[in-house]
C-alpha cells in the first residue's frame, strides 16, 4: 500500500493544476521576473487612425473592379479599430468586408493575429467578425505577453473567439515552457470562461494531462485538481510507518460560491471523504467590511480499520456583516470523538497561547459598535467540545455586554461598562451560575503644560448568582495616578534624522484588599504566571477574567526612550526602542487566584522587566528579559534576530530561556538564483533535545510557471514520535493559483515568508 501510494503522488503531483484564483501577471519587481524578457508581441503594435469616417488605405498597386478595391503590394489598411498588413487586400464596399492574402498582420483593440489568409465583415450591430486561418494569434491585453498560440483557423466576434486545431498558452510569445493542445477552443469573453475539446496540456513538449473536455476561468478562480499531498506518520504499536494521500479537486462554481471535495487514503485507517461548501450571502456594505460569507466543510471516515468506528469531523462558519455598526459571527465545531485529531487529522489543534488545545469551541456571536457615540454591544452564546482527553472547562453559555464612554459636563469622560455571564461546565459538581460585573471609571488630565499628570477613579461591582449555593457580591473601588514626564529631543541615529522621544512615567495604583477566596474562578488567569512583561507591569492589572480583582498600594516606575524617523509613515516603526519597567508594593499580600484561598504573599517589588528592539537598515535585533533583583540574575529571556531583503531572502533566528526551557528557532529563504530559491524552519527545545517541527523546501518560479515541494517533520506528541510529510506543486500561469493548503502550511511553519508562486 506504502509503495502504490508513493507511486500515486508522484504522478498526480505532475498533473496537478491549481485554479483557485490565477494571476496573470509577473510584477517586474519580484526577484523571479527579474530574467522574464520584455513585453512581446507577434508584431509592433500599430496606432490606430484617429480618421472615424472612412479607412486609412496605402498600397503599391490599387483598382476598382467589380465595384471592389483590389489593393497589391505593401497594403496597410488602418481605421479607428482596427489595423491590417498584407500583399493583397480585396475591400467591398457593398457588404462591408475585405480579404486579405500573403503575410497578413491585423489588430484590433485586444488581439494581434499573423497568417496566410484573413477575411473581415460586420454582421446586423455593426461588430467586427475576423476569421483567419493558419494563424499566430495573440490577446496583448492579459498575461505576461498575453495569452497566444497556433491555429488552423481563428474565428473571432468581440464576444467570442473560436479556435480549431489550436494550442493555448499565457507565457510569453515564442517562450511557450506549457500550452493546451485541443481539437477546439472556445473563449467566451461574456461568460470569462475557456473550453478546450480534447485536450493535452503539454509541459516543455511533455504531455502531463488528458480531458476529453477541459474548462477553465479567462480571468479569477477556476476550477481544477489541487495539490496532492503525501505524508507518512506513526501508528502506536506499529513497525513501520504509514502513509497517507490526499487527493482534492476545486469547484469554482459561481462568482459568490465554491466546493472543494477531497479524497484521503490512510494506510492504516481507510478512506475519508472531504467536502468543503463556501457562498458569499451578501455584497459588501461599505469599503471598510469584508463580504459576508458562511461555509460548511465536513470529513468522514465510513469505518476504521483499527477502531472499526465511523470517524467524522463537521465545521461550519458564518461572518455577515448586517450593516454598518452591526455583526454576526456562527461557528460550529465537532468530531466524532475525543482522539479524532491525534489519530485521524493527525495534528494538534493549536489554541491562542500556542498550546494543545483542549477542546472545540461553537458560538453564536451579534456585535454592535458605534464608534460615533462611543457605544458598544455584544451578545454571545458558545459551547465546547472535550478533545485530547482534556479537563472540561467552563463555557459562555450566554453572554451579553455593553460599554458607554460619557461626556461630563465636568469634562471628565467617564467609561462605563457592564458585562453579564451565565458559566456552565460538562461537570455537574462544579459550580455554576451567572455573574454580572459593572465598572465605573473616570480620569482628567491636569491643566498643567508639564510633567502630564492624569488622576483616576474606579468602582466595579460584581454579583454572583450561583447554583445551589448563596449568591455573593464584591465592591472595590480603584483610585490611582500618572505622572508622565515625556520629553521629545532632535537628534539623529543610525545616519537618520530622528526625534528621540524619552518617557518616564511614574503609575500609582491602590485597590483595598477584598476576600475573594469564596469566589468561583470561572475564567480567571494569572498574567505574573509565565513570564512577567513590560506590558503586565505598566497595564497595573495581574489577572485576566473578573473573578479576581487584585488588591494594589503600588507604585510602577517605567522608563521608555525611542528614537523615530523623522520621516517615518508608520507609527510603530522606531529605529531603536528601550523600555524597562519595575513595580513596588507596599501590601505584602495580594488576592489569590487559587480556588478557597484568599491571599497569597509576595515580595516588595517585582522583578524588573526589560526590552529594546533595534532597526538598522534591513536588520532588527530584538531582545526581552525578566530580571529577579534578589538572585542578580535573569530568569527568562528571549533574543531574536531578523534581516529582512525581500519575501525570498531573509533570516531569522530566535532563542529563549525560561528557565526551564530552552527553545531556538530558525526560519528564513535564500535565492540561489533569481528563479530558484530555498525556504525553511526549525523549532527545537534545546533543553529536551526536541524538534517540534521542521521544514524544508525549494522553489523555482519562472515567468509562466512555478514549482515548490516542502518536506515537514512534525512532533507527535500524542504517540510520542514524529509525523512526516511532503506536498508537491505546479502551477501554470493562468491556469493555476497559490491559495493551497500546502501554501498556508509552508507560511505556518516558517513564519516571514510569502509563499506565492506566479
Not at 510584477?27 to 490606430?48: D, G, S, V, Y
Not at 483542549?358 to 457615540?373: F, G, M, P, R, V
Amino acid at each position: 500500500m506504502k509503495k502504490y501510494l508513493i507511486f500515486l503522488v508522484l504522478i498526480l503531483s505532475h498533473f496537478s493544476i491549481y485554479a483557485e484564483g490565477i494571476k496573470l501577471s509577473c510584477n517586474p519587481n519580484e526577484p523571479a521576473c527579474a530574467n522574464c524578457a520584455e513585453h512581446q508581441t507577434l508584431f509592433p503594435i500599430e496606432e490606430f487612425s484617429t480618421n472615424s469616417d472612412s479607412l486609412d488605405i496605402e498600397a503599391d498597386q490599387s483598382e476598382f473592379l467589380e465595384e471592389k478595391y483590389l489593393l497589391n503590394g505593401n497594403v496597410e489598411v488602418n481605421s479607428k479599430k482596427l489595423y491590417l498588413a498584407a500583399d493583397d487586400v480585396e475591400v467591398s464596399p457593398i457588404d462591408n468586408s475585405l480579404l486579405a492574402t500573403g503575410s497578413v498582420r491585423f489588430q484590433d483593440e485586444s488581439y494581434l493575429i499573423t497568417g496566410d489568409l484573413l477575411s473581415a465583415t460586420r454582421d446586423e450591430n455593426n461588430d467586427l467578425i475576423a476569421t483567419a486561418t493558419n494563424a499566430n494569434y495573440q490577446d496583448f491585453g492579459v498575461g505576461l505577453g498575453g495569452a497566444n498560440g497556433y491555429t488552423e483557423s481563428i474565428s473571432k466576434t468581440p464576444t467570442n473567439v473560436l479556435l480549431t486545431n489550436s494550442t493555448y498558452s499565457l507565457c510569453p510569445v515564442n517562450e511557450n515552457d506549457w500550452l493546451i493542445e485541443a481539437d477546439q477552443i472556445n473563449l467566451n469573453l461574456d461568460n470569462n470562461r475557456g473550453v478546450a475539446d480534447n485536450a493535452t496540456i503539454k509541459f516543455y513538449g511533455v504531455p502531463i494531462f488528458y480531458t476529453p473536455r477541459y474548462s477553465w476561468v479567462l480571468s479569477g478562480r477556476g476550477s481544477g485538481f489541487l495539490t496532492p499531498n503525501y505524508s507518512s506518520y506513526a501508528e502506536p504499536g506499529a513497525a513501520d510507518y504509514s502513509s497517507s494521500l490526499r487527493v482534492p479537486y476545486y469547484f469554482n462554481l459561481a462568482p459568490d460560491r465554491d466546493l472543494l471535495v477531497a479524497l484521503t487514503a490512510m494506510s492504516s485507517r481507510g478512506l475519508i471523504y472531504e467536502g468543503k461548501y463556501r457562498q458569499l450571502i451578501a455584497p459588501k456594505i461599505s469599503p471598510d467590511h469584508e463580504d459576508s460569507l458562511w461555509s460548511i466543510e465536513a470529513k468522514y471516515l465510513p469505518e476504521d480499520k483499527i477502531t472499526n468506528l465511523k470517524r467524522w469531523l463537521v465545521n461550519f462558519s458564518q461572518e455577515m456583516t448586517i450593516n454598518d455598526k452591526t455583526q454576526l459571527s456562527a461557528q460550529y465545531n465537532r468530531v466524532s470523538d475525543t482522539d479524532y485529531f491525534k489519530e485521524i487529522a493527525r495534528t494538534n489543534i493549536i489554541d491562542r497561547k500556542n498550546t494543545k488545545a483542549t477542546a472545540l469551541t461553537s458560538h453564536i456571536k451579534l456585535s454592535y459598535d458605534d464608534e460615533e457615540n462611543n457605544l458598544s454591544a455584544t451578545l454571545l452564546t458558545e459551547d465546547e467540545q472535550v478533545v485530547n482527553t482534556a479537563t472540561p472547562v467552563y463555557t459562555r453559555a450566554l453572554e451579553g455586554s455593553v460599554s458607554k464612554t460619557f461626556n461630563a459636563a465636568t469634562k471628565m469622560p467617564i467609561q462605563a461598562s457592564l458585562v453579564s455571564t451565565k458559566f456552565a461546565h460538562d461537570t455537574k459538581s462544579k459550580t455554576a451560575g451567572v455573574r454580572t460585573h459593572i465598572d465605573l471609571g473616570i480620569s482628567r488630565q491636569l491643566n498643567i503644560e508639564y510633567p502630564i499628570i492624569t488622576p483616576r477613579a474606579s468602582v466595579a461591582f460584581t454579583n454572583y448568582s450561583l447554583k445551589n449555593n448563596p449568591n455573593i457580591t464584591r465592591t472595590i473601588l480603584g483610585s490611582g495616578l500618572d505622572v508622565d514626564f515625556t520629553i521629545n529631543i532632535p537628534t539623529s541615529i543610525f545616519g537618520n534624522e530622528a526625534n528621540h522621544r524619552i518617557t518616564p512615567l511614574i503609575s500609582y495604583n491602590y485597590r483595598a484588599k477584598k476576600v475573594q477566596g469564596n469566589i468561583p474562578i470561572f475564567d480567571t488567569e494569572d498574567k505574573y504566571a509565565d513570564i512577567i512583561t513590560f506590558a503586565d507591569l505598566t497595564s497595573g492589572e495581574r489577572y485576566t477574567g473578573l473573578d479576581r480583582i487584585t488588591n494594589a498600594n503600588d507604585i510602577t516606575l517605567s522608563l521608555e526612550s525611542s528614537y523615530r524617523a523623522t520621516d517615518a509613515i508608520d507609527d510603530d516603526k522606531d529605529l531603536l526602542n528601550m523600555r524597562i519597567a519595575q513595580s513596588f508594593y507596599t501590601d505584602d499580600e495580594v488576592v489569590s487566584d487559587t480556588a478557597s484561598t484568599n491571599y497569597e504573599t509576595r515580595k516588595s517589588y517585582s522583578d524588573i522587566a526589560a526590552s529594546i528592539d533595534v532597526a538598522i537598515g534591513k536588520y532588527v535585533i530584538s531582545s526581552s528579559a525578566q530580571f529577579n533583583p534578589d538572585t542578580s540574575k535573569i530568569v527568562k529571556k528571549e533574543n531574536s534576530l531578523t534581516y529582512t531583503s525581500n519575501s525570498r531572502k531573509f533570516i531569522t533566528l530566535s532563542v529563549s530561556d525560561e528557565g526551564t526551557k530552552e527553545t531556538d528557532k530558525l526560519y528564513g529563504a535564500y535565492p540561489l538564483t533569481n528563479s530558484i530559491h530555498l525556504f525553511g524552519g526549525l523549532d527545537k527545545t534545546t533543553s529536551t533535545g526536541i524538534t517540534n517541527s521542521e521544514t524544508t523546501g525549494i522553489a523555482y518560479e519562472s515567468c509562466c510557471w512555478a514549482f515548490r515541494v516542502a518536506h515537514f517533520k512534525t512532533n507527535n506528541t500524542s504517540f510520542g514520535g514524529y509525523d512526516y510529510s511532503t506536498g508537491f506543486e505546479l502551477v501554470l500561469t493562468g491556469l493555476g493559483s497559490t491559495a493551497s493548503p500546502l501554501k498556508r502550511k509552508i507560511e505556518d511553519n516558517v513564519p516571514g515568508y510569502t509563499a506565492k508562486l506566479r
